[in-house]
């Protein structure tokens, strides 16, 4: 694997740990011994090709499944050893963002955002009214609490989805392909929105995807898979400049990428 030299520095504060993970599916071997660790409070983006196990990784991180080999720690708990009660802990502690924004089309979108804070904690109507405002007024979208999600614009959904996200005020928040289905100007919008929003959050953001110029976009770490395994990380720029023949194949088409001479052995 090709890795930044300054990684050891970057990652000193971890907020997820993978080490040495193997997860199979009968005879197809998905991952492949993967060690990757997630920094606090930065954005890291799982990059690569469809079918490289990037839902996998995901699934492991928030234990809906089980590696076959190794471990998955998240903030400071092993995944695969924790009762069932350390990892119903340890989710709350997540949102996410889903690929299609899983919103309820038949609740409207207060009722939406609210639908945490109804089921985990006991807020008055009046305080989740607040937050929900508040949520909606940070993603840029004040003022529909009532509308239904068919009225909205694939953006919109996609913001909506990013405010229940973060409405129990998660540490950590995962985002299953934040751009799919959305023009390129939304897709850039959507970006922006991420960055804004871990800078005001200091939430770690964990993002899955196979959008090159988005990835590059919001990321302060990469990693990139490719056939189950990981073959490089590290910041953006060193990324780019990476000597990796299948990392420059992927990444060219969408990126000016410097000569080959240019690159870190």
Do not use: Y
Request: glycine letters at 8%; one cysteine or more.
């Amino acid at each position: 694997m090709t890795v930044d030299p300054r990684r050891d520095e970057l990652l000193s504060d971890p907020a997820v740990v993978f080490t040495g993970v193997h997860k199979s599916f009968g005879p197809k071997h998905v991952l492949r011994g993967i060690d990757l660790t997630i920094p606090r409070g930065r954005t890291t983006v799982i990059l690569g090709p469809s079918g490289t196990g990037k839902s996998v990784f995901l699934k492991l991180l928030v234990g809906l499944l089980t590696a076959d080999e190794g471990t998955v720690v998240v903030d400071g708990t092993d995944i695969a050893a924790a009762s069932e009660r350390q990892v119903f802990e340890v989710r709350k502690k997540i949102g996410m963002l889903f690929q299609d924004g899983a919103l309820f089309d038949s609740l409207t979108v207060l009722e939406n955002i609210a639908f945490p804070l109804r089921r985990h904690t006991k807020m008055s109507e009046a305080a989740i009214r607040e937050a929900v405002a508040h949520r909606l007024e940070q993603v840029g979208l004040p003022g529909i609490e009532d509308q239904m999600p068919s009225s909205l614009s694939g953006g919109m959904r996609k913001r909506v989805s990013l405010a229940r996200a973060i409405i129990l005020e998660p540490e950590i928040v995962l985002f299953d392909e934040p751009n799919s289905g959305l023009d390129p100007v939304t897709s850039d919008e959507i970006d922006a929105l991420i960055g804004k929003m871990k800078d005001e959050l200091g939430i770690t953001f964990v993002v899955i995807s196979h959008d090159i110029v988005g990835a590059f976009a919001v990321a302060d770490w990469i990693a990139m898979l490719h056939g189950g395994h990981l073959i490089a990380e590290g910041t953006p720029d060193w990324v780019r400049t990476c000597a990796n023949p299948v990392v420059r194949t992927f990444l060219h088409r969408n990126l000016a990428l410097p000569p080959l001479e240019d690159c870190h052995p």
